[in-house]
């Protein structure tokens, strides 16, 4: 339900042109989440567990006032006034549900109940709450519904609803409600049954020829499936529709090319989504171990800081990744590449940096296990129409349990954002991430690369010309031209010297992205860094002896004095 006042940006109660999908219900948008202004009371009937909004699980119901957030929440059930068992239910069974929405202004009780179709409404209510909404919502007020789905297509159905204001709300009669739509194949008829099998035999050399062609045909659009798909991934489409969508993959639709495949740009038929579709080579190197990889730790990853995956497709000879469509393109194209592209100014490079702190956040301590990205870097920034950040390829990631050690494998990456023991010890950690992210700051605010072959001053290894700046004083001075005057001094000192510690050779003075975010926000101030006598090449080559191969790796550096944090 929802009063007369606006919300976010909306200038009318009925304007709802700055909501956004998917998580937002049409309703709302991260910028209004949670305003008194929105003067919105909601009760919600969630199957899909959203961090973002700390709901406890995939199968709960909500009493939200003004943000997505539950006020109060709990999972599906009801009390069984039979036996007086305390009965679980799942919103996603298929099986018609009663929903019981209850308030007394006299005593701001808020009552939620939940039964089967056919049980009465329980005496004891699901979910109570104490909340004045005299104070939510104005008169007048709209009622009505609202519902999304994620990447997994879904249908949601209100069979029927009653009102009551001051007084109990009329009974639904159910025998006059409408059955629930039929979904997928019908079965056929004892009739059809029996008749088709004589039909079939009767036309089976015309048939015959008719199917042969119709294979070959098929075969354009044959696709693979194994086992392990049905419990790892996510919606599967279907090939022809991404061979239509992109019309049949033509360079003209061509977004990127990359180490793993071709991104092309697409529009599904259907539904007119556009999308990007990467289109990997099952012969290209670790091809399929790399898909799986992306497939396993980003099919379920729901972040506003994350590219979405919303599906796949897999056929001989290739594999098919397919995502929210980023019209602005990776970041690295502001930065190194494209002349055509319009300057980031300050404001954008800083949210975009926070927003890929945000996702990495999540990455590391909020999702259900470890998430290590393993290749942070900015051509892997991708840009919604809105220039936030969005970190994507995953190619490259790995997945543990919270609370273990992550494995030792081979040295992957980009080089220029491999951590000095990373180099050493083959084992990937969120501390390595931290520093390729470090590497991933100086890049943003100096707008050149980690590694400048072409550089013939000390400006060749980044991160050792940024701790020349910083010796002598002179920080500030390793921003990028191109700002040209117009930046926050405090918030460029900030990143500098956050970029510094991130990707500081001794893995124990660098900080977690939970504290990298309150740096950034201003929650917690940066510590003091101090000079020593030994550069960060120093340093790393110290961390790494007796392993010759870092300095191909990572590079070498004249510096002769450096930072150490002082935590």
């Not at 519902?147 to 029927?160: D, E, F, K, Q, R």
């Amino acid at each position: 339900m929802r009063s007369t006042q606006p919300h976010g940006d909306s200038a009318s109660p009925l304007d709802f042109s700055g909501a956004q999908h998917s998580q937002y219900l049409g309703l709302l948008n991260k910028t209004s989440d949670g305003k008194a202004s929105n003067h919105i009371f909601a009760v919600e009937l969630d199957s899909s567990q959203n961090t973002e909004f700390n709901d406890i699980d995939d199968n709960h119901i909500g009493i939200n006032i003004n943000s997505l957030t539950s006020f109060q929440s709990r999972s599906a059930a009801f009390y069984d006034d039979k036996n007086g068992k305390f009965q679980n239910l799942s919103l996603v069974s298929r099986k018609e549900m009663q929903v019981w929405v209850d308030y007394n202004g006299d005593t701001a009780q808020i009552n939620v109940t939940l039964a089967p179709l056919r049980v009465d409404k329980p005496s004891k209510p699901l979910l109570s709450a104490t909340y004045n909404l005299s104070t939510v919502l104005e008169d007048p007020s709209y009622i009505g519904f609202s519902a999304s789905t994620g990447p997994i297509n879904s249908l949601y159905c209100v069979l029927g609803w009653s009102l009551g204001i001051n007084s109990p709300a009329p009974l639904i009669d159910i025998a006059k409600l409408p059955k629930l739509p039929d979904v997928g194949p019908k079965p056929l008829s004892k009739v059809l049954e029996i008749i088709l099998p004589i039909v079939t035999a009767t036309f089976i050399i015309l048939l015959g020829t008719t199917v042969i062609l119709f294979v070959r045909r098929r075969m354009k659009y044959a696709e693979v499936q194994e086992d392990w798909e049905a419990e790892f991934g996510p919606h599967r489409f279907p090939y022809k529709d991404l061979f239509h969508a992109t019309d049949g993959f033509k360079n003209k639709n061509l977004l990127g090319l990359g180490g793993f495949g071709k991104v092309y740009k697409g529009v599904l038929p259907t539904s007119k989504l556009e999308v990007a579709v990467k289109r990997v080579s099952h012969e290209s190197k670790q091809g399929m171990k790399e898909f799986i990889a992306e497939i396993v730790s980003i099919g379920r990853l729901r972040h506003r800081n994350l590219v979405q995956l919303l599906g796949y497709c897999r056929r001989k000879g290739e594999l098919l990744l397919v995502y929210d469509y980023m019209s602005n393109g990776s970041l690295d194209k502001y930065l190194h590449c494209e002349e055509d592209k319009p300057t980031l100014n300050w404001a954008q490079r800083f949210q975009i940096i926070k927003g890929v702190a945000s996702g990495l956040l999540y990455l590391h301590e909020r999702w259900e296990k470890v998430v290590i990205h393993r290749d942070i870097k900015a051509s892997n920034v991708l840009l919604d129409s809105e220039m936030n950040g969005r970190l994507g390829d995953f190619g490259l990631a790995r997945l543990y349990d919270h609370g273990t050690n992550p494995q030792t494998t081979h040295v992957v990456g980009t080089m220029g954002y491999i951590a000095p023991e990373l180099a050493r010890t083959g084992k990937a950690t969120p501390l390595t991430d931290v520093y390729a992210f470090g590497i991933f700051i100086l890049e943003v605010t100096c707008g050149q690369r980690p590694i400048n072959s072409h550089a013939e001053d000390s400006s060749q290894i980044l991160i050792d010309w940024v701790v020349k700046h910083w010796q002598e004083g002179s920080l500030t001075y390793t921003m990028d031209t191109r700002l040209q005057g117009s930046y926050n001094a405090d918030e460029v000192c900030l990143a500098l010297n956050l970029g510094l510690m991130c990707a500081h050779p001794v893995c124990n003075a660098r900080p977690s992205m939970r504290q990298v975010i309150k740096y950034l926000n201003g929650e917690m101030p940066l510590p003091e860094m101090m000079p020593t006598n030994l550069s960060y090449s120093v340093l790393a080559l110290m961390q790494n002896e007796g392993f010759d191969q870092f300095t191909s790796i990572v590079g070498s550096s004249s510096i002769t004095s450096s930072l150490s944090s002082g935590r």
